[in-house]
């Protein structure tokens, strides 16, 4: 029997119990099929999932020592009625900026992004990134960013530049750091 199946099995069981408020779900509640272990792990994924409100005790490293008891909630009940959700099935969000982004799950991404932006394009972005900064170092910062545009064809000039802005902008990576290729790029050739 898979995880899955146990806990469809193990809400379900939650579910037929929901009258008695908190109860506390065994092995023999599953003629011996799941064993307490089980149960406890199980359970505990289904509150982390909010399915369940579930009460224990557990050591020092986070593992259940002790099972309270169990009561299923809305979310569950709605689930077992009306199958609302795929149960064990995650929910994966991902958010993607930049250029040529994609995802890759089960699989390696060996490719190369090449993308051309022009030097103009890129302190402007750039500049406008660090508008959005509520610091105190904002004028600086946009005052660095200045002079690297117009040092770009100095090697040693721009160099020292990139990293006072590196240096300033530190916790402010957020912001600057989908810049810090493009502007490495510009160390190399200038």
Do not use: C
């Amino acid at each position: 029997m898979t995880d899955t199946e146990k806990r469809r099995i193990i809400l379900q069981k939650y579910y037929e119990r929901r009258t008695e408020g908190k109860v506390k779900l065994a092995s023999e509640d599953f003629n011996g099929t799941i064993s307490d272990s089980e149960i406890a792990r199980i359970s505990k994924g289904l509150y982390d999932d909010r399915l369940i409100t579930f009460w224990w005790s557990a050591d020092e490293t986070g593992k259940i020592i002790k099972v309270k008891g169990g009561r299923i909630e809305q979310p569950g009940i709605r689930q077992i009625e009306h199958g609302t959700s795929q149960l064990g099935r995650p929910s994966v969000v991902y958010n993607l900026h930049g250029h040529n982004t994609r995802v890759n799950v089960g699989s390696v991404d060996s490719s190369v992004n090449v993308v051309d932006v022009s030097t103009d394009k890129l302190f402007a972005d750039l500049k406008s990134a660090v508008q959005l900064m509520v610091a105190s170092e904002k004028e600086e910062i946009l005052r660095i960013v200045d002079q690297m545009s117009r040092a770009a064809g100095d090697p040693p000039k721009y160099a020292r530049l990139y990293s006072k802005l590196i240096g300033l902008a530190a916790d402010h990576m957020t912001l600057i750091g989908p810049f810090i290729p493009a502007l490495s790029q510009l160390l190399s050739s200038t």
